[in-house]
Every structure is written in structure tokens, then in C-alpha cells.
């Protein structure tokens, strides 16, 4: 299967960013993508404010239609960011749609960072679900989320095939992309897809660095830093198998030793 990631800008205009959304879903198409991923609040933007997001959250509906339009013009599956109604601040949320405009999946990122997260959106309280695609098993996490070890190895453990992941990413952060992106990947034998935004938000100066990693964490498409830009992977299946033949965490995991998970002990 190939996967698209949308490397950009933000934009506020919700109107402009689905327009855009469109012209990058045809170049994807047209490379050959069966799938493409935005980053993390592609419709209207992520350093904007509460009043803003929960703005957003209330024209829910007619994006998430729109989205649909999109897919089903270009007969691709998307998987794109945005806000939801929550039941105090919205959610900060990514949805997966099929090439027909079929929902597969609605996920609420769980871990937020930082003042701004907390400020504007509401965490979600459970994982996200797999959804099928192709023949493939997909999760889905957001930004923050893929920091965290458990998250991936929790969505790994359900089967996933692949892990997709919008993000607004900063600098100083490139090491989240660099590193633990690539980590995660090998340490659970999946491809992950993390896709970014480039440009200046606010105070926030975004790092790019969009990649796709194949099990063996390896990269299989990496964008700059600063630049637009549609990647495209061929994610192999036969790699895959491959991969899981040789690296066996998730079989020897030994988790009678591990217990419940504890909270800190030492001083934060």
C-alpha cells in the first residue's frame, strides 16, 4: 500500500485549508496513494486559541462532510485533524475516511502538552481502535501521544500494521522525529507515518521533519524541515513479515514482571 503524508503550513481559513487539503489529496492520488495523513489540526490551525478551537468544534459537521467530498473526489482514504465537540473544551481529534467517504475510525488525542493543549482542547480517555484498510490494520495517535512507549505498544498489541500520527511539532523537538518516531517504530515491528507542519504558528516555530519508518525503523520517506511538500511510502508487507521474524518484542514481552503500572517516586 501507498501512504501520502501532507507536510504544510497551517491554516486558519478552514475554506483555504480544505482547498489545499483537495490539491494535496490529487497529487497523492496521482502518485499512486491509496491513503493520505495531515497533521495534527490541519482544518484551522493548532496555536490559535480556545475561543477559536472550540469555534471549530462547532463546525465539526460540514468539515468532517467536506472531508468525505474530498476522499470520495479523489478516491483516497484520508486521515486528517481537527476539533471536535467535547463536554467542556473540544477534543483535539483525528478522523479516518475511505475513498468512498465511509468513516473508519474517530480518534480524541489522550495526552496533551504543555499550556496550550491543556487551554484549548479536553483529552480523550481511551486509545484508538483498529480500523481496516486494504487488507492493513491501522491505529491512530496524535503529537504528544507517541511520546509515550505505552501508546504505541498498547495499539501494537491490538495488531497494528501501521500507526499514523498527525502532530504540530516544534522546535526545539526535532528529536521526537529523529528519534522516537524511529524508535517506536522497530520496538514494535509497525510502520509509522508521523506528519508535521513546517512555518511559524504564534511563538511556535514548526520543525517539518515529516517521516514514514518501516518496522525495521528505518526510513522509508523523510521531508526537510521548512518545506511543503506531499511524501510518498511504499509500505511492503513481505518487509513487514520480514521484520517480525527477527525483531520479537512484542512475543517476548514478559509482562507477569512488569505489573501495574505506578505512579512516580521520585520528586517531579
Known sequence: MKIALWQTPPHHDVQAALEQLSKAAQHAKAAGAQLMATPEMALGGYNIGPDKCADLATQADGLIAAIKD???????????????????????????????????????????????????????NALSPLFDLHGWRIGLAICYDVEFPEVTRSISLQGADLILVPTANMAPFTSVATRLVPARAEENAVFLAYCNYVGQEGSFAYCGLSCVCGPDGNDLARGTASGTDVLIADLDRAALADCRAVLTHLTDRRPELYGAQKELSHDE
Open 70 to 124: 474530498i476522499a470520495t473526489q479523489h478516491d483516497i482514504a484520508l486521515v486528517a485533524g481537527l476539533a471536535l465537540p467535547g463536554p467542556d473544551r473540544p477534543f483535539n481529534a483525528a478522523i479516518a475516511v475511505d475513498g468512498s467517504g465511509n468513516d473508519l475510525c474517530r480518534y480524541h488525542k489522550t495526552h496533551l502538552y504543555g499550556d496550550v493543549d491543556r487551554a484549548q482542547f479536553t483529552a480523550g
